[in-house]
Nanobody, 114 residues
C-alpha cells in the first residue's frame, strides 16, 4: 500500500490550495480516506474524511472552507482548501487503514503567511 501526497505550498491568508493523494495497492474505491495535519509542537489531528460511498466529515475548524473529494477511477483524493488562515499552517498527511494497519502518505507542507 502506498499513498503519495502532493500540492502543498505557501499562500497568503485568504488564499486557496488543493492537495492531492494517490493510492495504490488497495481496493481504493472501498477505502475510507482521510486527511490529517500536524503543526509544529502539536499532535496530529484529523481534518476530513471521505468514505468509499462519498460521505464526508470535517473538523469543525475547517467546515465551510475545506472540501474533501475523491476520484476512484484515478485512485485519488483531494482536499480543496479555501479561505486559508495562518492556523491552517501544518504538514498535511493522507491516511487510510487496511488489513488492520495504518498507512500514511508523506507529509506535504502548507504554510499560510503574509
Amino acid at each position: 500500500v502506498q499513498l503519495q501526497a502532493s500540492g502543498g505550498g505557501q499562500v497568503q491568508p485568504g488564499g486557496s490550495l488543493r492537495l492531492s493523494c494517490k493510492g495504490s495497492g488497495i481496493v481504493f474505491r472501498l477505502q475510507t480516506m482521510r486527511w490529517h495535519r500536524q503543526a509544529p509542537g502539536k499532535e496530529r489531528e484529523l481534518v476530513a474524511d471521505i468514505t468509499g460511498g462519498g460521505d464526508t466529515n470535517y473538523q469543525d475548524s475547517v467546515k465551510g472552507r475545506f472540501t474533501i473529494s475523491r476520484d476512484n477511477a484515478r485512485r485519488m483524493i483531494y482536499l480543496q482548501m479555501n479561505s486559508l488562515k495562518p492556523e491552517d499552517t501544518a504538514s498535511y498527511f493522507c491516511h487510510t487503514d487496511y488489513g488492520g494497519r495504518d498507512y500514511w502518505g508523506q507529509g506535504t507542507q502548507v504554510t499560510v503567511s503574509s
